[in-house]
């Protein structure tokens, strides 16, 4: 069974502070994502990886960058939180081969910066 | 840079009844996508549209892909509370990369 997990259901943190998301997949899967979704906007994609040491910029990367040093792992950094951060995170992974190329998606991480 | 809109973004349906949730892209697509997000819950994919006109069928859920590959829609007949949650179509252009619509909020009232 397919499984992606993240290292937080919640957090918060104070305005300024550096966090770290970290995103787990068990189906070497080759590409791994990280959406925000807020009401009414739904997921809007921050930033992608296709391969281990890879990275491209999503929709609104503004704020944020990542780190792919495994296939497995796919962190968010938020080098100093502001408050508009303040969202539920989600991370998904797919394969790059086959279709459909599904997305599967962990649990999110609903992050508040006060 | 690609737009899609989904609409309505909220349908109170009766128990029992149909509805239709609508999905337009501003560009020309490979494939579309349908996930579902129970409340509290993450997206979880419902199926895969590639060609032109293509309809499939999952039970009472009815998917449709344009003929023009710019438009969806997702058709819910003799709709259940378990029906109940978000739908979101998510679009491919191009690539691995998904562009998700706002999502439909689905009520149902018993």
């Known amino acids: 069974d397919v499984k992606v997990t993240q290292s937080s259901r919640y957090l918060v943190k104070r305005t300024g502070e550096k966090v770290f998301l970290e995103c787990v997949q068990d189906?070497?899967?080759?590409?791994m994502f990280w959406y925000r979704q807020d009401p009414g906007l739904g997921l809007r994609l921050i930033y992608f990886?296709?391969?281990?040491?890879?990275?491209e910029k999503g929709d609104i990367p503004e704020g944020y960058s990542v780190s792919r040093e495994k296939k497995e792992r796919f962190s968010l950094i938020l080098e100093s939180a502001s408050t508009n951060q303040t969202s539920m995170y989600l991370c998904?992974?797919?394969?790059?081969?086959?279709?459909?190329?599904?997305?599967?998606f962990g649990p999110g991480t609903r992050l508040t910066v006060t | 840079g690609q737009q899609v809109m989904q609409i309505p973004q909220y349908q109170h349906v009766q128990e029992g009844e149909d509805f239709t949730t609508y999905c337009n892209s501003s560009?020309?697509?490979?494939?579309i996508q349908w996930y579902k997000q129970r409340p509290g819950g993450h997206p979880v994919f419902l199926i895969q549209?590639?060609?032109?006109?293509e309809v499939k069928k999952q039970k009472r859920l009815t998917f449709q892909f344009g003929e023009a590959k710019k438009n969806s829609s997702l058709h819910i007949t003799a709709t259940q509370t378990t029906d109940v949650g978000t739908y979101f179509c998510?679009?491919?252009?191009?690539?691995?990369?998904?562009?998700f619509g706002g999502g439909t909020r689905v009520l149902v009232k018993p």
């Open positions: 189906m070497d899967h080759e590409n």
């Open positions: 998904a992974s797919s394969n790059r081969g086959l279709s459909p190329n599904e997305q599967y």
């Open positions: 549209l590639v060609k032109s006109g």
């Open positions: 998510a679009c491919k252009a191009a690539g691995n990369k998904l562009t």
């Open positions: 990886s296709y391969d281990v040491k890879m990275k």
């Open positions: 560009t020309t697509l490979s494939n």
